[in-house]
């Protein structure tokens, strides 16, 4: 890899990390999905993981040890954005389509813990878990929705000023219009 | 301003959806509680408190005890404030201290594992409350 895209990744991952520390006083309220999407438009899947692996691990590390049950659900709920975004909506940059999928998104990591949960606990009902986390994930849906909605266009226009045709698809942002 | 109407619909949808959901986690009552203090190993402490109507569990224990809550971040600290949204987190009460990641506070009201949290059981007369130190594993 070069040192230029290591560069940019170190930045994507800080500016991640960074961030939700800022705003971890409002909960489930972060610019994480829409950043994460933007991410996604702009680097390739290899490097997608690559990000996503460095952010949960310092996550999980700052907050709890690196503690499987924390770990694994969170690698695995963020590696869907670039599987799905690369995958079933191919790479779309259409802003409704992306925002409607952060307000899945939002759904979706919030189960994503639940076996992790009743492993932890040894309580087998997901349904208490379900219920409890609705509310959060109702948070998580909406912020998703809206960052993506007003912050996708700018942000992706703002990667495509980087003027590195290395990048995924700088280029193409560059030659079309949002 | 297509975008401005699908912000407002979906912002007025959540608002519904959140008030909607906040008023369910919410359970209601009031007299007397015992309140039993586990550490997971031995009981350490065991209480008969008195509550009035819209008391917490919460609200109670903050009365009688010394509590070490979780700030946002889920570290330590005294200042046991209500969160913005939903419930306060113990991590201490008095001597017995938890750390979230490994262990935790169970709350169990007359032998039943409560899924709401401390700010969010309201208590009936009569009830025995078990806060249980339990042990995750890991560190």
Known sequence: METRKMIMLA????????????????PNIQFTVVLLIVYSSVF?????????????????????????????????AWSLIPIV?????????????????????????GWMFIPFH??????????????SDLLFEVIMGTTGFLTVLWMY?????????????????????????? | MKKVFVTIFVLA????????????????????????IHDGEYL??????????????????????????????????EDCNELLFGSPVILGIDEVVTNWTSSYFAIYI???YSTLGVGNVYVEDGDMVRLQVQYLGGE
């Open chain 2, 110 to 112: 007359n032998d039943e």
């Open chain 2, 44 to 77: 350490v402490g065991e209480n008969s408190l008195s509550f009035s109507e819209g008391d917490s569990l919460f609200d109670i224990l903050k009365r009688e005890y010394s509590l070490l809550c979780a700030n946002a971040a889920y570290q330590p600290t």
């Open chain 1, 153 to 178: 266009g700018p942000l992706v226009r703002l990667f495509s000023l980087v003027g590195d045709d290395h990048l995924y698809h700088a280029r193409s942002i560059r030659n079309s219009e949002l």
């Open chain 1, 85 to 109: 975004h690369h995958g079933l909506l191919k790479r779309t940059r259409n802003e409704y389509v992306l925002a409607v999928f952060a307000l899945m998104f939002g759904f979706v990591y």
């Open chain 1, 11 to 26: 930045f994507a991952i800080s500016i991640l990390f960074v961030q939700e520390q800022i705003l971890v006083f409002l």
């Open chain 2, 13 to 36: 949808l959540a608002l519904v959806g959140f008030f909607v959901l906040r008023d369910q986690r919410v359970d209601h009552d009031a007299g007397q509680v015992r309140i039993v």
């Open chain 1, 118 to 131: 009743m492993i932890q606990t040894s309580i087998m009902n997901p349904i208490p878990y379900l219920l």
């Open chain 1, 44 to 76: 390739s899947k290899k490097e997608m993981f690559v990000i996503i692996f460095v952010y949960v691990f310092l996550d999980s590390m700052y907050y709890g040890g690196l503690n499987p049950f924390y770990f694994i659900p969170m690698l695995l």
